[in-house]
């Protein structure tokens, strides 16, 4: 076997990593039943590298951690305590790597706490718990279990100090995650456990203002379970004073006035008992009302809601659901713009961001919702310089956290964001990093193409709006001539020397630098076509030769002999600006033969020429005045189905010029004449070496033959043509042959071998 | 007159005249002037119903010149009805019309053997005629066959005949023929032991190498002469199994109006590659005509074939093959090309005339054409602007085509000029967008600010031009990243 095979059957290994994979599943099942320490081990092996290999993949996350428990109970607390703590620090470990990754994977919060508890103790589990709902606010579940784990931490403390420093402590978590997830519709039992923590407090809930308060922001809370709140609150509101109970009202004295008005009272203290409780009831029932209609618009939406959790199991439900959080989002919209005053904008502002913030739960992935955020904070009331920084930190919890790097557009949008506000700098500088992301590199997988020349466009587009007119036009030109001049690696390497010797005054420098050192060949023709029009869009007469010496220098280099905007521009410069059809029809040529150019591209540029030659016929004729005949381009017909190299004169040349047998065979006759050769001519006929390449093949496709038997007089040839008319008819010479004894060989199958 | 007493035929000849392009009603038009309402036609039919049955033939044939068989059977109604002048040139004609069809030939020579008088040397005149034209095809056994025959059956009137045959013998076991083994047969028996002669060998053997060879011992002669003869077998079959790879993919060797499979086209054009590397220019020629007489409807063909002929500057042939085309193919791209032929060997007014005929004839004119005419016109007063803008302007009322536009910028006119007629058309064509584009392309050359028409053509071009216009737009330009994030966020 040869090199080639080698390196191809190896390949062919890795093609079918499912096979091996599942082989050492069962070992694993075989070495947990018989739990022999080898198979232990080699089940231990498997799982990491089957996380490693499949790193989405929970199921296979919950079994590594599951084993490893096991191996750590399976250690003696005391004898071999070094190696059971590496283990644990293993555990935490690959618990933080996964959960920075996905931070919205809820269960494995949950396990990474029960770990820690269980290895290390309740308060570095309370730490995690508390890590958990810094990182995923949102999550209702963590939240209750951190709290829960809060609670009883308060409950087993003796000291009264510092009982109370932890009772003001829980307060205030409770309050900041009623304040993060109070408006979640689900959120009842979040509610439910702050009540239930104040009621534990002091002396019964009807004299407890703390409870009677929490309870009433419940009330005016649209959630699934609003009549419970309402039921409680009627039994106990009347223990509390007027004032207690208009605790949520913006303007208390506008509603006792209200009041006053309708019982015809000039002041509170006139009220009786029976009339302030007819007033509370009234005002309960109205918040009531108010919030039983709000619930009910929001159950159209809310009842729909399937998958409100980040799962990688049910991605795909998660996105058929996606336009249903949209609408919802829409819904919600809509009341913040309608609201009509200050204290209803408020209540629907976070309204709506609590919906879009559990909507990214699930689809945390998708851009789209990331924009919907974006967009409606920009909507928004909030300063310029707030919105700002708020959307800011939006954006880069999307680029650097959630959306993966192959979906660019909420990236780009993020650049479009930046010079939105005047921050053409960090633009460019994020720019930049985004252009190192995508662009190709040799120790680097995922050359994203299409992305990583939009970072070009753009970078040139901040450039525009940084730099004059005429130190753009230097900038590029400099560039080109760098990135042409001394070839790629040369580049590289002078700009990594020269970068070290910078002058500090000049800010654009290092930026030009590092844009320079990930150029590639795609990129650098965006840069031409970029300074070619702004060289043409100057429109000095001087600009003009300046273009004409461009092509003449540049025309041939391999990046440029691909470009279909470089060639695209000359047409249209020469064709359609200058109307020289002298020029262009030296350009159509030069796309002919000394292009890399797709041949759809070459038809498409022949046929553009012909159009415009058509339409200066007098200045074609003048050009070839002494022939007697106009343009032999005007005749040519490529954008026709057939692709016959036999007929197709110019497209047999182009492929001649390129084709690998053919340079093959020059390379080997310019061996032969090792140091004889002086001209650049050509050492064989590349066209006829073609033609004779197609002919061997012509009837046999795929099996060349070269020699076939041939009568060499054949009568056949037009020069021994032979007319009947005459009346003296010469006979015809005996036949003589050529290869006859080749017609009866075999023939040479290409081998398999 | 009894044309209106065949109702039938009456009423698929007015049919006809407006569906001239059916070929299903033109065959029943024949069928019921062959019937003549159940009466058939003979000799003693009316010359009235004889001239039914004679223009439906003659029409049905000028739609479609390719029907072989048709024009065969047109002679031969000619023939029956004694009308020997008629059915003759009936079948000039049809030979006009396909030069290259090899039933035509075999049935108008079998004609013309068959009603020989003293113009035995015509007909030999002929067969020669016919020998360069599908001399070369792969089925022409039978024209052979009837050729061989021929010299043989009248080498009793023309003794120079006896030779000829033995030479075309010769010749024809040279070529690659589909019954190349008929003629290795009738060959080998002449030269075999028993039937070898003096009169086979002089007429085989030319004079210079009998003497190398012992007449006297015949069988020697034989043997030797077998020898030789075996290797022209080995390679004419080793010729005849290399064409058979692509005769025996192609099907269909006749016309029709259906459609050919791309296998087929595909066929035929690796089948003509074959012959231009492997065979000399008749060869090649007879191939394109073969494959024209089934494909004439496809324009590539035609078009391949007349380039192959520009290739070699045989320009008037080129010409004439484009014409002969333009007959059966009404595909306008056969008269570009010949329209560009014309341009080429400058003669203008040939290429004038053509586009002036077609316009009048045609209600539909493709822009390829009209994109010749002002090229033309423009040849014929290349400074007057005025001029050429007028017919721009006519033209584009007349046809509304918006391609016109784009055309334009080609012409080195003063860009001014041209914006300013661009203008005239504003309101007409502000929903077209190669309108858009071109007038995008004349503000940029013009260095007039564009971002107005950005504005303009929102409303005007439907959503999806519009995209493609604001690719356009932005294509030599720096995205403005800030007006493109009040766009998004719909400021």
Same mark, same amino acid.
């Given at each position: ?113 029960? +770990? ?16 958990? @709902? ?67 407090? $002091? ?47 913006? *303007? ?42 709000? @619930? ?7 009842? @729909? ?24 989002? !829409? ?9 009509? /005053? ?10 709506? =961001? ?84 995508? $662009? ?21 587009? =901040? ?37 070290? !010797? ?49 092509? /003449? ?89 057939s692709s016959s190299l036999v007929l197709a004169k110019g497209w047999r040349k182009?492929i001649s *010029?390129?084709n690998?047998l053919i340079q093959n065979l020059e390379d080997s006759k310019a061996a032969k004449q090792?140091?004889k050769?002086?001209?650049?001519q050509s050492l064989i006929n590349k066209e006829d070496e073609l033609l004779k390449l197609i002919k061997s093949h012509a009837d046999h496709p795929g099996i060349p033959i070269s020699q076939r038997p041939e009568i060499t007089n054949s009568l056949i040839y037009e020069e021994n043509w032979i007319n009947l008319n005459d009346h003296e008819v010469p006979v015809p010479p005996l036949p003589s042959f050529k290869n006859v004894e080749k017609a009866s060989l075999p023939i040479n199958y290409p081998s398999?071998? | ?27 029943? %038009? =024949?069928?019921?002037?062959? /019937? ?5 036609? /003979? ?5 009235? !119903? ?16 390719l %029907?072989t068989w048709?024009w065969i059977?047109?002679a031969e109604? !000619?023939f ?7 059915a003759l040139?009936v079948f000039e004609e049809a030979i006009q019309a396909m030069p290259y069809s090899i039933e035509l030939w075999v049935k108008y020579l079998e004609f013309r053997i068959k009603t020989i008088g003293d113009d035995l040397q015509d007909i030999l005149k002929l067969f020669e005629t016919a020998r360069r034209r599908i001399g070369y095809h792969f089925h022409s056994h039978e024209f052979y066959k009837l050729y061989l025959s021929f010299l043989k059956n009248y080498a009793s009137v023309d003794e120079s005949f006896t030779k000829k045959y033995y030479v075309l013998l010769r010749i024809v076991i040279e070529i690659p023929l589909y019954h190349y083994d008929y003629f290795f047969k009738t060959f080998f028996s002449h030269i075999s032991e028993s039937n070898i002669s003096e009169e086979v060998v002089v007429n085989i053997v030319p004079e210079k190498e009998l003497n190398s060879m012992n007449t006297k011992d015949m069988k020697l002669v034989s043997s030797k002469l077998k020898k030789i003869f075996t290797d022209v077998y080995i390679t004419t079959q080793y010729k005849v199994y290399s064409l058979f790879y692509f005769e025996k993919k192609i099907t269909r060797h006749y016309f029709?109006?259906?459609?050919i499979?791309?296998q087929e086209l595909g066929t035929w054009e690796n089948y003509i590659d074959f012959m231009l590397l492997n065979y000399s220019f008749h060869y090649v020629i007879t191939t394109f005509e073969r494959c024209l007489i089934a494909t004439a409807?496809y324009?590539r063909f035609w078009i391949q074939y007349a380039d192959y002929l520009i290739n070699l500057k045989m320009y008037s042939s080129a010409r004439e093959t484009l014409?002969r085309g ?14 560009? %032929? ?37 040849? @014929? ?23 016109? +536009? ?86």
């Open positions: 076997m040869t090199d080639e095979d080698n390196r191809l059957s190896s390949e062919e290994k890795n093609d079918h990593p499912s096979d091996t994979v599942t082989s050492h599943i069962n070992e694993r099942r075989v070495g947990l039943n018989t739990a022999s320490n080898d198979s232990s081990t080699d089940t231990w092996d498997t799982i990491q590298k089957e996380i490693s290999l499949e790193p989405e993949n929970i199921a296979k996350w919950d079994s590594f951690f599951e084993i490893l428990e096991e191996k750590i109970d399976a250690l003696d607390k005391d004898e071999e305590y070094v190696r059971r703590k590496d283990f644990i620090k293993l555990g935490n470990e690959k618990y933080r790597s996964l959960l920075s990754k996905y931070p919205y994977l809820t269960s494995i919060w949950k396990n990474f706490s029960i +770990f820690v508890f269980k290895y290390e103790g309740m308060e570095k589990s309370i730490d995690i718990l508390r890590t958990s @709902v810094e990182q995923f606010p949102r999550s209702l579940d963590l939240w209750l279990d951190y709290l829960s784990a809060l609670i009883t931490e308060y409950h087993g403390t003796i000291e009264v100090d510092k009982k109370n420093e932890r009772k003001d402590y829980l307060r205030v978590q409770f309050d900041l995650a009623i304040d993060i997830n109070g408006f979640n519709f689900h959120s009842d039992p979040l509610w439910d456990k702050y009540l239930e923590f104040e009621a534990a407090q $002091g002396q019964g809930k009807e004299s407890n203002i703390r409870y009677f308060y929490i309870l009433l922001r419940a009330n005016k809370t649209p959630l699934y379970q609003y009549a419970r709140y309402y039921k409680e609150t009627s039994e106990i509101n009347k223990e509390f004073s007027l004032l207690d109970n208009f605790f949520m009202e913006p *303007d208390k004295d506008a509603l006792i006035n209200k009041y006053l008005k309708l019982f015809k009272k000039n002041t509170e203290e006139e009220f009786s008992t029976v009339e302030l409780h007819q007033i509370i009831d009234d005002y309960s029932y109205n918040i009531f009302l108010n919030t039983q209609s709000l @619930v009910n618009e929001l159950w159209t939406y809310e009842s @729909v809601l399937k998958f409100p959790d980040f799962s990688f199991n049910t991605i795909a439900d998660i996105r058929e659901e996606s336009p249903k959080w949209m609408t919802y989002i !829409e819904y919600e919209k809509s009341k913040y713009e309608t609201a009509d /005053n200050d204290a209803d904008k408020k209540f629907w502002y976070k309204s709506t =961001i609590s919906v879009i913030e559990r909507s990214l739960v699930p689809n945390c992935t998708d851009y789209k919702f990331w924009l919907k955020y974006v967009d409606f904070v920009h909507h928004s009331f909030t300063t310029e310089q707030e919105k700002f920084e708020e959307l800011r930190k939006i954006y880069e919890r999307a680029i650097y956290r959630f959306v993966p790097s192959d979906d660019n557009h909420i990236r780009f949008h993020f650049i479009k964001f930046l010079m939105f506000y005047n921050k053409p700098k960090l633009a460019l500088e994020y720019t930049m990093d985004l252009m190192k992301a995508t $662009g190709f590199s040799e120790n680097k997988e995922g050359y994203q193409k299409n992305d990583y020349l939009t970072c070009i466009s753009y970078a040139l587009s =901040i450039w525009n709006t940084l730099l004059s007119k005429q130190k753009l036009t230097e900038v590029l030109e400099n560039i080109i001539q760098r990135y042409f001049d001394s070839g790629e690696k040369l580049r590289k390497q002078n700009a990594r020397e020269e970068k070290s !010797e910078e002058k500090e005054s000049d800010v654009e420098e290092p930026d030009i630098r590092t844009f320079e050192t990930s150029l590639n060949e795609q990129a650098i023709c965006v840069v031409v076509n970029c300074y070619l029009t702004r060289l043409l869009d100057s429109r000095k007469p001087s600009t003009i030769i300046k273009i004409r010496k461009f092509y /003449n220098k540049y025309r041939a280099e391999p990046a440029l002999r691909i470009s279909v905007k470089f060639w695209k521009f000359f047409v249209d410069f020469e064709g359609l600006v200058t109307h020289n059809t002298i020029n262009l029809k030296k350009i159509i040529s030069d796309i002919e033969y000394d292009t890399n150019l797709p041949k759809i591209i070459v038809d498409s540029f022949l046929d553009i020429a012909r159009d415009i030659l058509i339409s200066n016929l007098p200045s074609v004729l003048e050009s070839n005045a002494n022939t007697g005949r106009s343009e032999e381009l005007l005749l040519t017909n490529y954008s026709d189905e182009r *010029d390129n690998f090792h140091g050769q002086t001209s650049n398999e071998t | 007159m009894n044309v209106i007493e065949n109702k039938e035929w009456s009423q698929t000849s007015k049919e006809l005249i407006t569906d001239p392009y059916n070929l299903k009603k033109w065959q029943k %038009l =024949i069928k019921e002037a062959e /019937n003549n309402e159940g009466h058939g036609i /003979n000799k003693i039919s009316s010359p009235e !119903e004889i001239e039914v049955l004679r223009q439906s033939y003659r029409q049905m044939l000028k739609w479609y010149p %029907l048709y059977r047109f109604w !000619e029956k009805l004694d009308n020997y002048q008629e040139s029709d109006v259906s459609y499979s791309q409807n324009p014409k333009l007959w059966v193919n009404k595909n306008f791209k056969l008269l570009v090309k010949l329209i560009d %032929l014309e341009i080429y060997l400058q003669n203008f007014s040939a290429a004038r005339d053509l586009i002036t005929s077609y316009i009048k004839l045609n209600k539909f004119i493709p822009t390829e054409i009209h994109e010749r005419l002002l090229g033309l016109e423009h040849l @014929v007063a290349p400074d007057d602007i005025e001029h050429m803008l007028q017919i721009f302007r006519e033209l584009i009322k007349e046809t509304k085509n918006d391609y016109l +536009f784009s055309i334009l910028l080609n012409y080195p006119f003063p860009d001014v000029q041209i914006e300013t007629f661009m203008e005239e058309f504003q309101e007409q064509f502000s929903s077209s967008f190669v309108f858009a584009k071109s007038q995008l392309y004349i503000y940029q050359k013009l260095q007039k600010d564009t971002s107005n028409l950005i504005t303009h053509y929102e409303s005007k071009l439907s959503p999806k031009n519009f995209e493609e216009f604001k690719k356009y737009y932005y294509l030599n330009k720096e995205v403005d990243l800030k007006k493109l994030f009040e766009q998004e966020m719909k400021l």
